[in-house]
């Protein structure tokens, strides 16, 4: 079972570079999520979708935007890649918003 | 708002040593409370959890009750393991217009000794 499969796994950018991070999960679920984790800090949410069509805005949403693709695929856009965005990101699903999350191995992103 | 402090890391341990991370909330209401692991390398895996106040939720030897009066979830293990070197996040969820979102604390991180 490959779970929750996101790619790439790591990568560097340059201030101002664009770039989308792919995410995919395998478990018929119906909600998906980014998160990013900065030293020192717990994981923060960036995007959600509940389900299928649709996209919210979590604690931190500046600077990014997301797309559901299907219901397999929740990806997560950065326009112009900034120092402060050098981040490790997770994206996760559920069965449901009330249900338990799973996540992703996690994409480590270096904003240079 | 909705927020999660658990102590601060790293806690080193001798295996088969008694281990407590403390955890603390705050939120309005009842929220549901959770524990998630972070082994190296990987994603983070649900450990346990507890949806109302004196559930304890258990998995692996591990435990934790949540205490609504003093808004405490710790997570404790009687013998921990160098398996269980690790870091370990407190979290919580809120019903309404935040269902579905997870307020982590920052994650302490566990070593253990054989």
């Known amino acids: 079972n490959a779970g929750v499969t996101q790619t790439p796994k790591f990568q560097v950018l340059k201030t101002g570079q664009s770039m989308t991070l792919q995410c995919a999960q395998d478990m018929n679920h119906n909600s998906m999520y980014w998160y990013r984790q900065d030293p020192g800090m717990g994981l923060r949410l960036i995007y959600y979708s509940a389900s299928e069509g649709t996209t919210d805005k979590g604690e931190v949403p500046n600077g990014y935007n997301v797309s559901r693709l299907n219901k397999r695929e929740f990806s997560l856009r950065l326009e112009s890649a900034a120092p402060s965005q050098t981040s490790v990101y997770f994206c996760?699903?559920?069965?449901?918003?009330?249900?338990?999350?799973?996540f992703g191995q996690g994409t480590r992103l270096t904003v240079v | 708002g909705n927020s999660v402090t658990q102590m601060e890391g790293p806690v080193t341990l001798s295996e088969e040593a008694f281990l407590t991370i403390n955890c603390t909330y705050t939120?309005?209401?009842?929220?549901?409370l959770f524990w998630y692991v972070q082994y190296p390398g990987e994603g983070l895996q649900l450990l346990l959890k507890a949806t109302k106040a004196d559930d304890k939720g258990s998995n692996k030897g591990f435990e934790a009750t949540y205490r609504k009066e003093t808004t405490s979830f710790h997570l404790e293990k009687g013998s921990v393991q160098v398996s269980d070197s690790a870091v370990y996040f407190c979290?919580?969820?809120?019903?309404?217009?935040?269902?579905?979102?997870?307020?982590f604390g920052r994650g302490t991180q566990l070593t253990v000794w054989p």
């Open positions: 996760a699903s559920s069965e449901a918003l009330v249900t338990e999350a799973f």
């Open positions: 979290a919580l969820m809120r019903g309404g217009s935040t269902l579905g979102r997870l307020y």
């Open positions: 939120a309005t209401g009842y929220p549901s």
